[in-house]
C-alpha cells in the first residue's frame, strides 16, 4: 500500500520530531563524565538538558540547550580544552595538570566534550567510471569442454540446493562457470549445510529496502535504524538510496525465486541509515554500535573522498565507538567491522589515507575483476588485508535492488566487494560462532590466495605468507576461510606495544634520498609488555611538509619486511603534512617484533615545498603472552591523557647510551648483533682509503659547502637498504663528501637520523648526536619540539585537533570537507549525476 506523499511525509516529520535533534535551534555537545560524574548535577550546574548517552559509549552523554543559551558550558567547555592542550603541550609540572584536573571537578567531572555538528562525511564506494575491458571470456577461462562441464556442475548445485533464484547463474561471484576459479569458492561451504543460519550482519549505508522479496524474509529490523530520518526502518528514501540494498543482496539475499542469493543466504542482515543526510560523530558512533550484541559484522562500504587529496580520520568519539565494539560487542568477542578498501587508485589514493580503512579494527577489503585481474580503481595500501570479487572486465557483480522484485547488474567498485567478505565471516561464524574479531582476521591471512605472483607486488613475510600492497594476503575463498574456521584455535587476548614518542626534528632530503629514524625492541620490552607476537603494527607520525603528495613513508621491520605506509600522491597539495597520523599495515603478521624497525621518509620531488620529520611512534599490536594479566586497551586519547608526555623526551635526552654513528650503520637486518657502541678504531675497516680529514666534530661546526646526500634510500630498500653506511662508518660518512648527520638517542633503544642539512651539525659530534643539542638549538626546532609535545595530546586525525579546537575548529574543518566534496563532485560516476545531493559526497559510491 502506497500512503500519499503528504501523508507518509507528515509521519516521517512527527516520527522525526519525536527523537531528532534539531540543530537549526539547539545547540548540542558530546560530554565524556569522569565515572563519579552526576548526570542531572552536570545538567544543572549549567541549565542544559540532559539527551541521553551516546550509543553504547558508557560515560558519553549528549546535552543540549537551545542555540546560543548555554554561554557559560561552551566557555567552560573551552577553558577546559584550553588547559587540557596546555598540560599536554608539554608545559608539564603538576600544576599544569591540577589546572585541568581541578576545573574538570568544578565542572562536575566532565573530562572531554565537543560540539556536534551534521556534516556529510562519507562517500559511498561506487567506482568512478574507467576503461572498459573487452570481454575474453573464453581466452581467460577453460576450454570449451570445461566450460560445458563447469556449467553441468552448476546447475546440478542449484538442483541441488534447491536454488531456484532467476539470477543465480548469472552470479559468477558465486560460481564461475566461464572463467574457472574465479569466484569466492562458495557453493561447497552450502553443499556443507553453512548457509549463515545464526548469524546477523548489519549494512551501515544508505537505507535498505526491507519490503524487497529478495530481502525481506532475512531483514532484521531489531538491529536496523534510520539515522538520517530518525526511525526504526532504514527505508531508502532518496533516489539514488540504492547502494545499502545491493550490498545488503550480496550478503543476504533470500534463497527463493528473486533475483539471486547472498553469500550466507541464511542469515540475517539489518540496515542502519547513515550515507543520505548529514549526520553528527555522535550519530555515527551510535550507529557503528547499534545492537552490537545481535549485530554480528558491520559492513561498511564507504569513507572519506577517494580523490587521491584526502587524509581523514573518524572524530575520537567514532574512534572509541570502534573501540567498544570490538571490546565489548558480540559478548565481548567483538563486532567485526568489514570496510571496502576504496576507489581511488586511479587518483593515486591509498587506503592507508583513510583512518576506517587503516584502522586495525577493521577488515579492509579490495576489488578484483571477473577474470582475476586488478581493477583500475581499488587502492592499494599495507593496511589491506584480502581483496576479493567486484567489478571490471566487462561485468559486475548482480546483486538485490531497491523494489519489490528488483535485481541490479551493475554494482560494483570496492563497495561490492567488502559485502562478500561480510558473507564470508558470516559463514564462518555460523559455524564458529565464538571466534574473536581477531580470530577472524587470522582467517584472512592464513586462507586467503595470493594471485599474481609474479608481478612484482609480493614480499614473503616471516610466517611463509606472501604480502602485496595491492592484493593484501591475497583473494578469499569462502571455502578455505570456512573450513579453517571450524578448527580455529582462538587467539589470546590482544597485547600491544607503544614505543615512546621518538623524536626526529630534522629537514627531509628532496629527491631519491630518505630521512630514517630507528628504534630497536627489545625482548624485554615486548615482556613488559606482555606481548608474544605481531598481528598489526601501526605508525604514529608527524611530518610538516609544504605539498603532502611529495611525501612517502617506508616502515622495515626487524625481519626486513617493507611496508609502505604512505605512497606520493599527486592531488594532493595540502601543506599540512602528516599531522598525527597513524599509519597500519598488517605485512609483519606473525613476526616477534624483536629488533629495529626504521622509518624512513623520503620527499620525493625536488620543488620548492619540502619538510621537517617531527617525530613518530611505533605501536606493536598482537597476541598476549599470559592472556590472565591482559586487559583492555584503554578507549582512543584516554591512553595519551594517561601517558607522560614527559616521558619519550626525558628518554630521548638521557643518551647516555647513544650509540656512535657507526651502529647506525647497520642493515636493516643487521641490528641484533650489531655492538651497540662499536669503538671509533673498528670503524676504518670498510674503505680504507677513505681520507678522514675533515672529521666529524670540525666539518660539523664549521664547513658550510654544498649539502649533499650521504645517505641514499633506493627505491628495493632491501638487501642494499642503506648502501653507504652499510659496514659504515663516521669516516666514511665524510668521505663520501657528503654531509651525514646521525643522531642517535636512544633510551637503550637507538633512533637515528641520517641528515642532510650542514647546519644541523654540532660543533662537539657527540652532541650532534643528542637530542637535547638539536633541540636546544634554535627557534624553528625549539619549534619543532613544542610541536611534537603538543601533538602528544591530539587525535590521530586531521580531525584530532577537535580535542582542542571543539568549537572554534569546527567551521574549518567544514569547509575543508565541502570544498574537497566539491572537487571531488567534478568527477562523474554512474549512479549520481542527478544533483538532489550536490551538495554533498555522499552519492559517490565506491
Ligand atoms: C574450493 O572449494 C572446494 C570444495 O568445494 C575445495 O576442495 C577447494 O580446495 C576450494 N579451493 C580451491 C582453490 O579450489
Ligand atoms: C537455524 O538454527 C536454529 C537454531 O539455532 C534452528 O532452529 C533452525 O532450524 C536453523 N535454520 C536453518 C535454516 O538451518
Ligand atoms: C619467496 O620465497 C620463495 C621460496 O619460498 C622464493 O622462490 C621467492 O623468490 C621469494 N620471493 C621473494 C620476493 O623474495
Ligand atoms: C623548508 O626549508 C626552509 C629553508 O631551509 C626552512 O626554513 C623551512 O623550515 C623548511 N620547511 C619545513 C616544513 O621544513
Ligand atoms: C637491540 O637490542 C638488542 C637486545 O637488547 C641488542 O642485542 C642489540 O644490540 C640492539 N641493537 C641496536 C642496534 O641497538
Not at 540496515?271 to 550519530?283: A, Y
Request: charged share 25%; aromatic share 8%; proline share 5%.
Amino acid at each position: 500500500m502506497r500512503l500519499p506523499s503528504w501523508l507518509s511525509l507528515f509521519l516521517l516529520a512527527s516520527h522525526a520530531v519525536a527523537a531528532q535533534r534539531d540543530y537549526e535551534k539547539n545547540d548540542y555537545f558530546a560530554v565524556h563524565l569522569g565515572p563519579t560524574a552526576d548526570i542531572q548535577e552536570v545538567a544543572r550546574l549549567f541549565g542544559v538538558k540532559h539527551e541521553g548517552q551516546i550509543g553504547e559509549l558508557s560515560d558519553h552523554h549528549t546535552f543540549s540547550c537551545s542555540k546560543g543559551s548555554c554561554p557559560d558550558f561552551e566557555a567552560s567547555l573551552h577553558e577546559l580544552k584550553l588547559r587540557k592542550k596546555r598540560w599536554r603541550r608539554g608545559d608539564i609540572g603538576l600544576q599544569k595538570r591540577d589546572s585541568w584536573r581541578q576545573l574538570s571537578i568544578e565542572l562536575g567531572g566532565i573530562l572531554w566534550a565537543e560540539q556536534q555538528h551534521l556534516r556529510h562525511r562519507h562517500v559511498k564506494r561506487i567506482p568512478p567510471p574507467g576503461p572498459l575491458v573487452s570481454r575474453q571470456d573464453k581466452a581467460d577461462g577453460g576450454t570449451d569442454a570445461e566450460q560445458q562441464e563447469a556449467i553441468q556442475r552448476l546447475n546440478s548445485i542449484a538442483e541441488t540446493l534447491d536454488i531456484s533464484d532467476p539470477i543465480f547463474k548469472e552470479q559468477w561471484h558465486l560460481f564461475n562457470p566461464l572463467q574457472l576459479g574465479h569466484d569466492l569458492n562458495v557453493t561447497g561451504v552450502w553443499l556443507d549445510g553453512i548457509t549463515g543460519n545464526g548469524t546477523i550482519s548489519a549494512v551501515i549505508d544508505d537505507g535498505l529496502d526491507m519490503d524487497s522479496n529478495d530481502l525481506k524474509d532475512n531483514y532484521y529490523a531489531a538491529g536496523s535504524y534510520d539515522f538520517n530520518d530518525k526511525g526504526p526502518d532504514p527505508k531508502p528514501r532518496l533516489f539514488d538510496d540504492k547502494h545499502g540494498t545491493r550490498c545488503a543482496g550480496e550478503i543476504a539475499a533470500v534463497k527463493n525465486n528473486v533475483c539471486g542469493v547472498g553469500m550466507a543466504y541464511d542469515s540475517k542482515v539489518a540496515g542502519l541509515r547513515i550515507l543520505s543526510k548529514p549526520i553528527s560523530d555522535e550519530d555515527e558512533a551510535t550507529a557503528i554500535n547499534y545492537h552490537y550484541q545481535e549485530n554480528d559484522i558491520y559492513s561498511c562500504s564507504w569513507g572519506p573522498p577517494d580523490d587521491g587529496a584526502t587524509m581523514e580520520a573518524p572524530g575520537i568519539l567514532i574512534q572509541r565507538a570502534m573501540v567498544n565494539g570490538i571490546q565489548s560487542g558480540r559478548g565481548g568477542l567483538g563486532s567485526v567491522f568489514v570496510f571496502a578498501a576504496g576507489n581511488g587508485a586511479a587518483s593515486e589514493d591509498n587506503c592507508n589515507f583513510d583512518g576506517y580503512t587503516n584502522s586495525i579494527y577493521s577488515i579492509t577489503v579490495g576489488g578484483i575483476d571477473r577474470a582475476g585481474n586488478h581493477p583500475y580503481y581499488s587502492e592499494a595500501c599495507s593496511a589491506q588485508l584480502v581483496v576479493t570479487y567486484s567489478s571490471g572486465h566487462n561485468d559486475a557483480i548482480h546483486t538485490t535492488d531497491v523494489g519489490v522484485d528488483k535485481c541490479y547488474t551493475g554494482h560494483g567498485g570496492t563497495s561490492a566487494a567488502g559485502p562478500l567478505v561480510v558473507g564470508t565471516v558470516a559463514l564462518a561464524l555460523s559455524a564458529r560462532p565464538d571466534l574473536s574479531w581477531r580470530d577472524l582476521q587470522y582467517l584472512c591471512v592464513e586462507t586467503a590466495i595470493p594471485i599474481h605472483l609474479d608481478d612484482g607486488s609480493w614480499q614473503n613475510t616471516t610466517i611463509g605468507k606472501k604480502f602485496s600492497h595491492t592484493y593484501g594476503y591475497g583473494k578469499v575463498d569462502a571455502y578455505l576461510f570456512v573450513e579453517a574456521a571450524k578448527s580455529f584455535v582462538p587467539v589470546k587476548a590482544q597485547a600491544w606495544f607503544h614505543s615512546p614518542w621518538l623524536s626526529v626534528q630534522h629537514e627531509i632530503p628532496e629527491g631519491d634520498q630518505g630521512l630514517a629514524a630507528s628504534f630497536n625492541v627489545t625482548q624485554q620490552m615486548l615482556d613488559e609488555a606482555n606481548l608474544e607476537r605481531l598481528e598489526h603494527v601501526t605508525v604514529t607520525m608527524n611530518v610538516k611538509h609544504g605539498k603532502r603528495g611529495d611525501l612517502s613513508a617506508d616502515l622495515i621491520s626487524p625481519d626486513g619486511v617493507v611496508s609502505h605506509l604512505a605512497v606520493t600522491r599527486r592531488p594532493d597539495v595540502a601543506d599540512t603534512g602528516y599531522d598525527d597520523w597513524t599509519f597500519m599495515s598488517v605485512a609483519h603478521w606473525g613476526e616477534s617484533g624483536i629488533g629495529k624497525w626504521t622509518v624512513v621518509v623520503k620527499d620525493t620531488r625536488e620543488n620548492e615545498f619540502n619538510g621537517t620529520f617531527i617525530d613518530w611512534r611505533l605501536n606493536l599490536w598482537g597476541e598476549s603472552i599470559n592472556e590472565q594479566i591482559q586487559g583492555l586497551h584503554p578507549l582512543p586519547d584516554e591512553h595519551d591523557d594517561d601517558h607522560e608526555t614527559a616521558t619519550a623526551i626525558v628518554s630521548t635526552t638521557s643518551v647516555d647510551a647513544a650509540p656512535s654513528p657507526t651502529s647506525l650503520a647497520a642493515k636493516p637486518t643487521d641490528h641484533i648483533d650489531r655492538p651497540t657502541k662499536p669503538k671509533p678504531g673498528d670503524d676504518s675497516d670498510t674503505t680504507a682509503t677513505a681520507p678522514t680529514t675533515s672529521t666529524g666534530s670540525e666539518a660539523a661546526a664549521t664547513t658550510t659547502g654544498a649539502v649533499e646526500p650521504t645517505h641514499t634510500y633506493s627505491d628495493s630498500f632491501l638487501p642494499s637498504f642503506f648502501p653507504t653506511f652499510g659496514v659504515s662508518k663516521r669516516t666514511q660518512i665524510w668521505i663520501y663528501g657528503s654531509i651525514g648527520l646521525i643522531i642517535v638517542f636512544c633510551a637503550g633503544l637507538g633512533v637515528y637520523f641520517v641528515l642532510q642539512r650542514r647546519k644541523r651539525l654540532r660543533n662537539n659530534p657527540r652532541d650532534a648526536y643528542e637530542f637535547e643539542m638539536v633541540g636546544d638549538a634554535d627557534d624553528d626546532e625549539q619549534q619543532g619540539l613544542n610541536n611534537r609535545r603538543t601533538r602528544t595530546g591530539k587525535g590521530r586525525a586531521r580531525r584530532g585537533g577537535e580535542l582542542y579546537d571543539a568549537f572554534a575548529g569546527e567551521s574549518d574543518d567544514d569547509d575543508d570537507l565541502y570544498s574537497e566534496d566539491d572537487t571531488y563532485q567534478d568527477t562523474p560516476s554512474n549512479d549520481t549525476s542527478t544533483g538532489s545531493r550536490g551538495d554533498s559526497p555522499a552519492g559517490r559510491e565506491k
